[in-house]
């Protein structure tokens, strides 16, 4: 029985490591500009089908971490791209239309995606993957590749946020983004960096998941994406720790409630506990009030 | 010209004229061969759009709040009035409205529940409830088997276009009066300054509750008249992706307008259809009409003005000439 | 004789930081009352505490006898208590006279389903509210400008707006927070004349939050000086103009002779 559990802790392990990368995308966008970027989902669909494209196109075989940070630069380009053409023009207008604008492209993206990829594809192995056993529980070498990269993802992400000065002004930026400026700090392009940055971490996790979970689709921007943000929101939207909790407690809650339960339950459980938790911590577990002055 | 329209405007007999004719036209639509069954069905649906649009405008328009749940309430009244006409009503004439005001009634009782909700949690946060709210939905709907669970459920045929009809008459009435009154100025006061709003001794959370209400209770209609029209409802048809398309409607025809409801609707529906052709390619070109729309309109075509039509007579100040 | 307002002892603790510590205000009524002191000092915390944004750690506020504390800011207003903010909140896309008609509403007493539906007293009622808030605005210099936009008025005029619409709810008190704020001298002399004249009018008291000293001092019977969350003084005109340790507060401390 305690070997059950210590496999689905493996998988609840994999799949918390990947929603905590998404969900970091969206905390720090939101950490920066206070906007729920709607498509940021969808560039983490493009990131799998971004690997696939390479891992399959290509006639040289490229090496696993080659393709990694190919597909990282790509979609954090594509994500820096999106901030500068569709969202840096509505900084000033009401805030919705900037969410309204996200979900637009969102929308774009995938169906753009769906034209050209009608039905699911299959993610090819860019390794061989090994099964090791240590008494009744097996582990493949990818699941551990899988949650290796994505913690050291969020090491390298920790580092760049407390130790560089990129961190430091995106922390300025999400403390005061009005005297940001006037101390020097170059706003826009750190915004630009943080969108590239974000956008980079969901396309790397778009890329584990496919193969992870080897059938990608169009539109699974749309669900894991939703998910991952409600995972960023348990956390406590905003914050960098919290994304990565609350994409662990959403991929342990997901995995266990499939291990335990009818498989159907799984989505009626993760979002009731979802909304339990916000009903208690309307601001997430580690998430903070805005502050107003009145 | 400008002045013959604001006094077509102005005239107080134009707009229910235009609604006895449209009636009278819809009616006569079931008795004589005026319409293909394609362009009823095109019809049926604008006038269903209309009806989710405006409801959630309300909330999301006017009262500033960011729903993304409003699938859900259209879930909810589709399967409400389901049950009612597959499995609990006899065949009558009176099946469609009991039908309709059922799943109205249930959409809106749940729609209470989130208004509750909404007093402690506001703006993004809020959104995110909803969306929990708009899965949770979906998810306990796939779980229940007396309803079909994701098998779905086959409704009978009943929605017609001047039901339809009238219930868009209905819906834009009813809210038009609400917005209207202290309780809209009240929900526009939350949207604009809760704190001063406060302090004016405005009944905030009368004015959610009832917004939220009447909100879902019309998103309830609408999903109880696609149901006895589609011949066909699952849980797949009230996911994320549908309310999106109610929010891009909200959006592109302008937040906080009832003009804007129907021509965001009008426009989604009829440019879906008309780019058929295209297939998914719709999806593409429609969404960055959207953005495009935002860049240089971000409140939508007709954000937050109004056809003077649509203003009840007290309303209607002599404007100074510029 | 009982003071219409009472601030008793009140204190208010936000975290760590203690923003007003023993707080007590007598105002009685039918006076001008001003608050004064350096900035940071806990005056609009003290309003936001008496209209019900915050609840105190400590203390009670009492209006007509009547604890207040710990209510909800709709029914503070309802129980008669007016305010306007120091950074003006009107409703900036409604017009001047949605504004005030706002306020006027909780005076109308229709029900959603008459609202819904229609019905005859719907029409009868806001015609009344029309009616009642134009003529409210009619003093103030207003009424022509009842159907532009509130955020299109100058902004001596958006402060008026915000006064009248305070004013819409009958309340017994006004609360004015910076009332002179961003006014040059001659405006703040007109300001002076014109507070007399609503305060006669309405027949309200003012209690006035306000850096402008020569407004404070022509306009108030009394004044309470805060200084770090506390009352440091409380009396006339003239002993808070001649009571040391006022000044002590506003100028930091005398020199040594």
């Given at each position: 029985?305690?070997?059950?559990?210590?496999?689905?802790?493996?998988?609840?392990?994999?799949?918390?490591?990947?929603?905590?990368?998404?969900?970091?995308?969206?905390?720090?966008?939101?950490?920066?500009?206070?906007?729920?970027?709607?498509?940021?989902?969808?560039?983490?669909?493009?990131?799998?089908?971004?690997?696939?494209?390479?891992?399959?196109?290509?006639?040289?075989?490229?090496?696993?971490?080659?393709?990694?940070?190919?597909?990282?630069?790509?979609?954090?380009?594509?994500?820096?791209?999106?901030?500068?053409?569709?969202?840096?023009?509505?900084?000033?207008?009401?805030?919705?239309?900037?969410?309204?604008?996200?979900?637009?492209?969102?929308?774009?993206?995938?169906?753009?995606?769906?034209?050209?990829?009608?039905?699911?594809?299959?993610?090819?192995?860019?390794?061989?993957?090994?099964?090791?056993?240590?008494?009744?529980?097996?582990?493949?070498?990818?699941?551990?590749?899988?949650?290796?990269?994505?913690?050291?993802?969020?090491?390298?992400?920790?580092?760049?946020?407390?130790?560089?000065?990129?961190?430091?002004?995106?922390?300025?930026?999400?403390?005061?983004?009005?005297?940001?400026?006037?101390?020097?700090?170059?706003?826009?392009?750190?915004?630009?960096?943080?969108?590239?940055?974000?956008?980079?971490?969901?396309?790397?996790?778009?890329?584990?998941?496919?193969?992870?979970?080897?059938?990608?689709?169009?539109?699974?921007?749309?669900?894991?994406?939703?998910?991952?943000?409600?995972?960023?929101?348990?956390?406590?939207?905003?914050?960098?720790?919290?994304?990565?909790?609350?994409?662990?407690?959403?991929?342990?809650?997901?995995?266990?409630?499939?291990?335990?339960?009818?498989?159907?339950?799984?989505?009626?459980?993760?979002?009731?506990?979802?909304?339990?938790?916000?009903?208690?911590?309307?601001?997430?577990?580690?998430?903070?009030?805005?502050?107003?002055?009145? | 010209?400008?002045?013959?329209?604001?006094?077509?405007?102005?005239?107080?007999?134009?707009?229910?004229?235009?609604?006895?004719?449209?009636?009278?036209f819809v009616?006569a639509c079931e008795y004589f061969p005026l319409l293909n069954d394609y362009s009823k069905i095109v019809l049926i649906t604008v006038g269903i759009n209309?009806?989710?649009?405006?409801?959630?405008?309300?909330?999301?328009?006017?009262?500033?709040?960011?729903?993304?749940?409003?699938?859900?309430?259209?879930?909810?009244?589709?399967?409400?009035?389901?049950?009612?006409?597959?499995?609990?009503?006899?065949?009558?004439?009176?099946?469609?409205?009991?039908?309709?005001?059922?799943?109205?009634?249930?959409?809106?009782?749940?729609?209470?529940?989130?208004?509750?909700?909404?007093?402690?949690?506001?703006?993004?946060?809020?959104?995110?409830?909803?969306?929990?709210?708009?899965?949770?939905?979906?998810?306990?709907?796939?779980?229940?088997?007396?309803?079909?669970?994701?098998?779905?459920?086959?409704?009978?045929v009943?929605t017609n276009l001047p039901w339809t009809f009238?219930?868009?008459?209905?819906?834009?009435?009813?809210?038009?009066?609400?917005?209207?009154?202290?309780?809209?100025?009240?929900?526009?006061?939350?949207?604009?300054?809760?704190?001063?709003?406060?302090?004016?001794?405005?009944?905030?959370?009368?004015?959610?509750?009832?917004?939220?209400?009447?909100?879902?209770?019309?998103?309830?209609?609408?999903?109880?008249l696609y149901?006895q029209v589609n011949f066909f409802?699952?849980?797949?048809?009230?996911?994320?992706?549908?309310?999106?398309?109610?929010?891009?409607?909200?959006?592109?025809?302008?937040?906080?307008?009832?003009?804007?409801?129907?021509?965001?609707a009008v426009?989604f529906t009829v440019l879906l259809q008309v780019l058929q052709p295209l297939g998914?390619?719709r999806?593409?070109?429609?969404?960055?009409?959207?953005?495009?729309?935002?860049?240089?309109?971000?409140?939508?075509?007709?954000?937050?003005?109004?056809?003077?039509?649509?203003?009840?007579?007290?309303?209607?100040?002599?404007?100074?000439?510029? | 004789?009982?003071?219409?307002?009472?601030?008793?002892?009140?204190?208010?603790?936000?975290?760590?930081?203690?923003?007003?510590?023993?707080?007590?205000?007598?105002?009685?009524?039918?006076?001008?009352?001003?608050?004064?002191?350096?900035?940071?000092?806990?005056?609009?915390?003290?309003?936001?505490?008496?209209?019900?944004?915050?609840?105190?750690?400590?203390?009670?506020?009492?209006?007509?006898?009547?604890?207040?504390?710990?209510?909800?800011?709709?029914?503070?207003?309802?129980?008669?208590?007016?305010?306007?903010?120091?950074?003006?909140?009107?409703?900036?896309?409604?017009?001047?006279?949605?504004?005030?008609?706002?306020?006027?509403?909780?005076?109308?007493?229709?029900?959603?389903?008459?609202?819904?539906?229609?019905?005859?007293?719907?029409?009868?009622?806001?015609?009344?509210?029309?009616?009642?808030?134009?003529?409210?605005?009619?003093?103030?210099?207003?009424?022509?400008?009842?159907?532009?936009?509130?955020?299109?008025?100058?902004?001596?005029?958006?402060?008026?707006?915000?006064?009248?619409?305070?004013?819409?709810?009958?309340?017994?008190?006004?609360?004015?927070?910076?009332?002179?704020?961003?006014?040059?001298?001659?405006?703040?002399?007109?300001?002076?004349?014109?507070?007399?004249?609503?305060?006669?009018?309405?027949?309200?008291?003012?209690?006035?939050?306000?850096?402008?000293?020569?407004?404070?001092?022509?306009?108030?019977?009394?004044?309470?000086?805060?200084?770090?969350?506390?009352?440091?003084?409380?009396?006339?005109?003239?002993?808070?103009?001649?009571?040391?340790?006022?000044?002590?507060?506003?100028?930091?401390?005398?020199?040594?002779?």
């Amino acid at each position: 029985m305690t070997f059950y559990l210590a496999q689905q802790t493996i998988n609840a392990l994999q799949l918390g490591s990947i929603y905590a990368l998404i969900a970091l995308g969206y905390s720090m966008v939101y950490g920066v500009l206070v906007m729920i970027n709607f498509a940021h989902g969808d560039l983490f669909m493009l990131g799998a089908f971004a690997c696939l494209l390479l891992a399959v196109l290509l006639p040289v075989h490229l090496p696993f971490v080659v393709i990694l940070l190919l597909v990282m630069i790509v979609i954090g380009l594509l994500g820096a791209f999106i901030e500068r053409v569709a969202y840096r023009p509505l900084r000033d207008a009401p805030r919705v239309s900037a969410i309204i604008t996200a979900l637009g492209c969102g929308l774009v993206i995938e169906n753009t995606t769906l034209s050209l990829s009608p039905y699911p594809q299959f993610m090819p192995e860019l390794f061989d993957s090994r099964t090791l056993s240590f008494g009744s529980l097996t582990v493949t070498t990818l699941q551990i590749l899988i949650i290796g990269v994505a913690l050291g993802l969020m090491l390298g992400l920790d580092f760049l946020i407390r130790r560089t000065s990129f961190g430091m002004a995106m922390r300025a930026i999400s403390f005061d983004a009005r005297t940001v400026p006037l101390m020097g700090i170059p706003v826009n392009r750190m915004i630009s960096l943080t969108f590239f940055v974000g956008a980079g971490l969901g396309g790397a996790a778009g890329m584990l998941y496919g193969l992870a979970y080897p059938q990608i689709s169009a539109t699974m921007g749309v669900l894991i994406g939703w998910k991952a943000f409600i995972a960023a929101v348990i956390g406590g939207i905003g914050s960098i720790r919290g994304a990565v909790l609350g994409g662990f407690i959403l991929g342990g809650v997901e995995v266990m409630a499939v291990a335990y339960l009818p498989s159907t339950y799984r989505d009626l459980i993760s979002y009731s506990l979802l909304l339990a938790i916000l009903v208690f911590k309307p601001y997430g577990l580690l998430g903070q009030p805005p502050n107003q002055k009145l | 010209m400008r002045h013959f329209l604001d006094s077509v405007a102005r005239c107080r007999w134009a707009l229910p004229a235009l609604i006895a004719v449209g009636f009278a036209f819809v009616v006569a639509c079931e008795y004589f061969p005026l319409l293909n069954d394609y362009s009823k069905i095109v019809l049926i649906t604008v006038g269903i759009n209309i009806i989710l649009c405006s409801s959630l405008n309300l909330v999301n328009g006017y009262m500033g709040e960011f729903s993304v749940g409003h699938a859900g309430f259209m879930a909810l009244g589709a399967y409400a009035s389901a049950l009612m006409t597959i499995k609990w009503l006899p065949a009558s004439v009176f099946e469609l409205p009991l039908g309709v005001l059922f799943g109205g009634t249930i959409a809106a009782a749940i729609g209470f529940l989130l208004a509750l909700l909404s007093f402690k949690t506001r703006g993004d946060y809020l959104a995110i409830i909803t969306l929990a709210f708009l899965m949770i939905v979906k998810s306990a709907i796939e779980n229940i088997n007396y309803v079909g669970g994701p098998r779905g459920m086959t409704p009978p045929v009943l929605t017609n276009l001047p039901w339809t009809f009238f219930w868009v008459v209905v819906t834009l009435w009813v809210i038009r009066n609400l917005i209207y009154s202290k309780f809209g100025r009240a929900i526009t006061a939350i949207r604009e300054d809760e704190i001063a709003a406060n302090a004016m001794g405005v009944r905030i959370r009368e004015a959610k509750i009832l917004a939220f209400v009447t909100s879902s209770f019309f998103g309830g209609v609408a999903g109880a008249l696609y149901a006895q029209v589609n011949f066909f409802i699952d849980p797949k048809s009230f996911d994320i992706v549908k309310s999106t398309e109610i929010l891009v409607m909200v959006y592109l025809g302008g937040i906080a307008s009832l003009g804007g409801s129907i021509i965001g609707a009008v426009i989604f529906t009829v440019l879906l259809q008309v780019l058929q052709p295209l297939g998914t390619w719709r999806m593409v070109i429609l969404p960055l009409i959207l953005v495009l729309l935002m860049l240089f309109r971000p409140r939508g075509i007709m954000g937050m003005r109004e056809l003077t039509w649509f203003l009840p007579a007290g309303e209607l100040f002599k404007r100074p000439k510029p | 004789m009982s003071a219409l307002l009472e601030i008793d002892e009140v204190t208010k603790h936000f975290g760590g930081l203690c923003a007003i510590s023993n707080c007590n205000v007598r105002i009685q009524a039918g006076s001008t009352h001003g608050i004064i002191g350096p900035n940071g000092a806990g005056k609009s915390t003290l309003f936001n505490l008496i209209t019900g944004i915050y609840k105190p750690t400590r203390g009670d506020i009492r209006f007509r006898g009547e604890s207040i504390s710990g209510l909800r800011p709709g029914r503070i207003a309802l129980k008669g208590i007016g305010r306007t903010f120091q950074s003006i909140r009107l409703l900036k896309t409604r017009t001047v006279l949605d504004n005030v008609r706002i306020a006027y509403d909780s005076q109308l007493h229709y029900s959603p389903l008459e609202a819904m539906l229609r019905l005859p007293r719907l029409g009868r009622d806001e015609e009344k509210s029309i009616e009642a808030s134009l003529a409210l605005l009619h003093p103030f210099g207003l009424a022509d400008q009842a159907h532009d936009l509130a955020g299109d008025l100058p902004y001596g005029s958006q402060r008026k707006l915000e006064i009248a619409r305070a004013l819409a709810l009958k309340p017994d008190i006004l609360l004015l927070d910076e009332p002179a704020a961003g006014m040059n001298t001659g405006e703040t002399a007109d300001l002076v004349g014109f507070l007399r004249w609503v305060k006669d009018h309405f027949q309200v008291t003012l209690v006035l939050i306000e850096h402008h000293m020569h407004l404070v001092m022509s306009l108030c019977d009394r004044i309470t000086v805060l200084d770090f969350g506390q009352t440091i003084a409380e009396g006339t005109p003239e002993e808070i103009r001649t009571n040391p340790r006022v000044i002590d507060a506003y100028l930091g401390g005398t020199e040594e002779e």
